[in-house]
């Protein structure tokens, strides 16, 4: 491999206190590769090639590093798709066990593809709506950490999300622009689901993903049975 495989990948790393070895760098390299790869076949992935990839996806999985707890070991990335923020987040910190949700079975077979050939074995993949998979004694309020990193409102983001997270827990979710009007939206979610909003982060790295933000809450009573609520309920009627 060599010494200059993704630099910005690295140099952006290391300005969010991450210092990456060659072994990572390689991993994160090999995946990325291996996405751009099955997105011929799949849409997993709106980069074009690793160089797009490299910052987009990559480095901007990589901005929620210091935003987890200290001493987090559990981790659920909800809607992963392709394995973003999921994977690289599994290759840098090796210490946590990331569990990859997504409902589309062909997505999940090209994580599980992937997760097999980078040996990370730190990593689970998950086949199932969440709003079934909250629902079941192995999954719900058993995370320290939920992110997602899907397009959608924060109210349907938080009523998908909360119920995987433990109390005292956080979720975390990848935002662009200004994100007002949603965090506005957000209260009855936030009520209803055991939620407080702890900050909307400013963009972490500004010159190289610029607006893109983080928006994190703490999860301080447990989720109450109703909710989630069943399939493509939270999307059709947002708790707003």
Same mark, same amino acid.
């Not at 394995?83 to 079975?105: C, F, K, M, Y």
């Not at 719900?140 to 909360?162: G, I, K, S």
């Not at 809450?217 to 049975?225: D, H, L, R, S």
């Given at each position: 491999? #060599? $010494? @200059?495989?993704?630099?910005? *990948? !690295?140099?952006?790393? +290391? /300005? %969010?206190?991450?210092?990456? #070895? $060659? @072994?990572?760098?390689?991993? *994160? !390299?090999?995946?990325? +590769? /291996? %996405? ?15 160089? +797009? ?188």
């Amino acid at each position: 491999m #060599s $010494d @200059a495989a993704l630099p910005r *990948l !690295r140099a952006g790393a +290391e /300005r %969010l206190g991450l210092t990456l #070895s $060659d @072994a990572q760098v390689e991993l *994160l !390299r090999h995946y990325g +590769e /291996r %996405l751009l790869e099955h997105n011929t076949r799949i849409n997993v992935t709106g980069a074009a090639d690793l160089a +797009e990839l490299e910052v987009r996806h990559l480095l901007d999985s990589l901005t929620v590093v210091p935003r987890l707890p200290e001493g987090t070991t559990t981790l659920i990335d909800v809607g992963s798709g392709g394995g973003l923020p999921g994977i690289p987040l599994a290759i840098a910190r090796p210490e946590l066990a990331v569990t990859l949700l997504d409902s589309v079975g062909k997505k999940a077979s090209v994580m599980e593809a992937i997760v097999r050939e980078l040996g990370l074995a730190n990593v689970e993949v998950v086949t199932q709506r969440a709003e079934l998979a909250a629902q079941t004694w192995e999954y719900r309020q058993r995370f320290q950490v939920a992110v997602a990193r899907a397009v959608a409102d924060l109210p349907v983001l938080l009523e998908l999300t909360l119920p995987f997270v433990r109390q005292l827990g956080r979720a975390i979710y990848f935002k662009k622009g200004d994100i007002d009007a949603e965090l506005a939206r957000s209260r009855r979610a936030l009520r209803s689901l055991g939620g407080e909003f702890i900050e909307a982060a400013p963009p972490p790295l500004p010159d190289l993903l610029p607006g893109h933000q983080l928006v994190v809450v703490e999860k301080i009573a447990p989720t109450k049975a109703p909710f989630p609520r069943r399939p493509g309920i939270p999307e059709r009627r947002p708790l707003v």
